[in-house]
């Protein structure tokens, strides 16, 4: 069964503080997600990666595909507190048609 | 937006009863997810479709069947419902960017 390892699970910080999420997995995928979800509803793509080593910006969170497709994170810079939420990996495995391995998710909450 | 609506958005049901979850997309995506979110699991798929009347299993589908008539809708089925069902539901569709999610049925089985 593949895994993806997601750390940490629980973060409380202050507003203006920087944060990163970390992602790993033995197995290497074609894509990985980053979603985030908010209480009662759905989770909301942020970001994909495809290529070893890409990094992608959005605003103040940067996300990254390690070089060997096995491992991801995210960095947020300066958290406000409407980052709060619960922050989701997924990996696209090879072959997969589709289907998503997530990330069991880590719950950021920032403090005002 | 992909116009995913998943219903009904509650439901709270009998121990041994049968229970339809239905999802509808109006913008005739092929592929057609359902996921199961528990604490401490995170997102687990219970079943796929790839196309109408082509589904396949996911990593939890005991005790779940699906059916897709139409390409717009996504139909997830409990046979007979358990306590150990009780959970959030998401439907989700995908794109070439990634997933779309539905807003979830949570469903407790009594």
């Known amino acids: 069964t593949q895994l993806l390892e997601q750390s940490p699970q629980f973060l409380s910080i202050q507003e203006g503080e920087n944060l990163t999420v970390y992602c790993n997995s033995s197995s290497v995928f074609s894509s990985l997600q980053w979603y985030r979800q908010e209480p009662g509803e759905g989770p909301v793509l942020l970001v994909t990666v495809v290529t070893g080593g890409e990094v992608k910006k959005l605003k103040r969170l940067t996300f990254q595909f390690g070089d060997a497709r096995k491992d991801s994170s995210l960095h947020i810079t300066a958290a406000q507190p409407g980052d709060t939420g619960l922050y989701l990996c997924a990996g696209e495995p090879r072959g997969s048609q589709g289907n998503l391995i997530f990330g069991k998710g880590t719950k950021l909450s920032v403090k005002p | 937006d992909a116009g995913i609506t998943q219903s009904p958005r509650h439901k709270v049901t009998e121990t041994g009863t049968p229970v339809t979850l239905r999802c509808h997309q109006t913008e005739n995506h092929r592929y057609m997810y359902w996921y199961r979110q528990d604490p401490g699991h995170g997102l687990r798929l219970i079943h796929y479709s790839y196309g109408v009347k082509d589904t396949d299993k996911g990593e939890v589908s005991d005790g779940y069947s699906v059916s897709r008539s139409k390409t717009e809708d996504f139909l997830l089925t409990l046979e007979s419902a358990t306590s150990s069902q009780t959970s959030v539901y998401f439907c989700?569709?995908?794109?070439?960017?990634?997933?779309?999610f539905g807003s979830g049925t949570r469903l407790t089985v009594v």
């Open positions: 989700a569709i995908s794109d070439r960017y990634g997933y779309t």
